[in-house]
Nanobody, 122 residues
Framework: QVQLVESGGGLVQAGGSLRLSCAAS????????MGWFRQAPGKAREFVAA????????YYADSVKGRFTISRDNAKNTVYLQMNSLKPEDTAVYYC???????????????WGQGTQVTVSS
């Protein structure tokens, strides 16, 4: 079992920045690839970014490429999502998730956090 707790969400103006954190506990954090997903009201869950077990490779959705950066600190059992140049369409609940595989499909992720709200005002 892995427990995930997100933090760092909030209200920000368009063009601003936020840094989300996801703290993990339980089984060995470095055994899992990590991903960030988001879900806006009335919309399907959407892949945002993923990072491999050691952090050497990352992958981003086209909608956030160049603006968001995923990183991890295995010594702190934490994964981060730095979000810059935020847009109103980035408004959603953001979730971190853990998977045995380095994938972008949300059903492949076994463990999920409770989510943190990000709201970007225009």
């Amino acid at each position: 079992q892995v427990q995930l707790v997100e933090s760092g969400g909030g209200l920000v103006q368009a063009g601003g920045s936020l840094r989300l954190s996801c703290a993990a506990s339980g089984r060995t954090f470095s055994s899992y690839a990590m991903g960030w997903f988001r879900q806006a009201p009335g919309k399907a869950r959407e892949f945002v970014a993923a990072i491999t077990w050691g952090g050497s490779s990352t992958y981003y959705a086209d909608s956030v490429k160049g603006r968001f950066t995923i990183s991890r600190d295995n010594a702190k059992n934490t994964v981060y999502l730095q979000m810059n140049s935020l847009k109103p369409e980035d408004t959603a609940v953001y979730y971190c998730a853990a998977s045995d595989s380095y994938v972008t499909s949300w059903p492949e992720y076994e463990y999920w956090g409770q989510g943190t709200q990000v709201t970007v005002s225009s």
